[in-house]
């Protein structure tokens, strides 16, 4: 009971912060599938968003700059190369501190929820265009949204990866590209928005408490590498 009352507790604080309604769920009992303590937690969330306000990356064009909001951490992805990092360290992630606390709880810090932070934004100023690599990565996320003829241009030196994704690179002798491949480094998500409305923007989501930086720029290319970090 204390494992479901947790993780019904954790849904709830979810639905909190993302603003949904937790509308309905079941427990299926399969003593011939779960033992012991396992178990599995499955969801889905369903919206309405009118047509004309649907955020696609399709107004993303030449000029535009990109702002980007921090992570919480990996945001459940990579934890393949996670495990099998910790597994060749020969760490216990329990007793092994990263900045005044267990490399554990660095690992298993919940993925941060953004839409109390850019729905704001987009009603506020209107023109705002996202693109979310938020949980996952990168170099292979933020293709999938930019217009053809286009690339991200992002600048390496204006933000610091936090300890854990450092640790993760030492400890797995990573190189940079396949950090940028696997892992968020830092990176929740990404706005693009026009020049003009970069520092509005800033101010309104650093007012709601956001850590957001301008992070690179959208230039017209027909280059192949649709991300370059540099």
Same mark, same amino acid.
């Given at each position: 009971?204390? *494992?479901?009352?947790?993780?019904?507790?954790?849904?709830? =604080?979810?639905?909190?912060?993302?603003?949904?309604?937790? +509308?309905?769920? =079941?427990?299926?009992?399969?003593?011939?599938?779960?033992?012991?303590?396992?178990?599995?937690?499955?969801?889905?969330?369903?919206?309405?968003? =009118?047509?004309?306000?649907?955020?696609?990356?399709?107004?993303?064009? !030449?000029?535009?700059?990109?702002?980007? @909001?921090?992570? $919480?951490?990996?945001? $459940?992805?990579?934890?393949?190369?996670?495990? #099998?990092?910790?597994? %060749? $360290?020969?760490?216990?992630?329990? *007793?092994? /501190?990263?900045?005044? #606390?267990?490399?554990?709880?660095?690992?298993? =810090?919940?993925?941060?929820?953004? %839409? #109390?932070?850019?729905?704001?934004?987009?009603?506020?100023?209107?023109?705002?265009?996202?693109?979310?690599?938020?949980?996952?990565?990168?170099?292979?996320?933020?293709?999938?949204?930019?217009? !053809?003829?286009?690339?991200? +241009?992002?600048?390496?030196?204006?933000?610091?990866?936090?300890?854990?994704?450092?640790?993760?690179? !030492?400890?797995?002798?990573?190189? !940079?590209?396949?950090?940028?491949?696997?892992?968020?480094?830092?990176?929740?998500? @990404?706005? &693009?928005?026009? &020049?003009?409305? +970069?520092?509005?923007?800033? &101010?309104?989501?650093?007012?709601?408490?956001?850590? &957001?930086?301008?992070?690179?720029?959208? #230039?017209?290319?027909?280059? /192949?590498?649709?991300? +370059?970090?540099?």
């Amino acid at each position: 009971m204390d *494992t479901a009352a947790s993780v019904i507790s954790g849904i709830a =604080e979810g639905c909190l912060q993302s603003g949904c309604a937790l +509308v309905g769920g =079941e427990t299926a009992e399969m003593p011939g599938m779960y033992h012991g303590e396992d178990y599995d937690v499955a969801g889905f969330c369903v919206g309405v968003v =009118e047509k004309s306000e649907i955020i696609d990356g399709s107004k993303v064009t !030449d000029g535009d700059v990109l702002i980007a @909001l921090g992570s $919480s951490g990996p945001h $459940s992805n990579g934890y393949s190369l996670v495990r #099998k990092i910790v597994e %060749v $360290s020969g760490c216990d992630p329990l *007793t092994t /501190e990263l900045e005044g #606390k267990p490399l554990a709880d660095h690992l298993l =810090e919940p993925t941060r929820i953004y %839409v #109390k932070s850019h729905p704001g934004t987009d009603r506020e100023r209107g023109r705002s265009r996202y693109r979310p690599p938020d949980r996952r990565r990168l170099l292979e996320n933020i293709p999938r949204v930019l217009p !053809d003829n286009t690339q991200a +241009v992002i600048d390496e030196s204006s933000w610091q990866w936090p300890a854990v994704f450092n640790w993760l690179q !030492d400890a797995g002798n990573v190189s !940079d590209h396949e950090m940028y491949r696997t892992f968020n480094c830092g990176v929740g998500m @990404l706005i &693009a928005l026009p &020049a003009s409305e +970069v520092d509005n923007a800033l &101010a309104l989501l650093q007012a709601k408490g956001e850590n &957001a930086w301008k992070i690179g720029i959208i #230039k017209a290319s027909d280059a /192949e590498q649709r991300v +370059v970090i540099e």
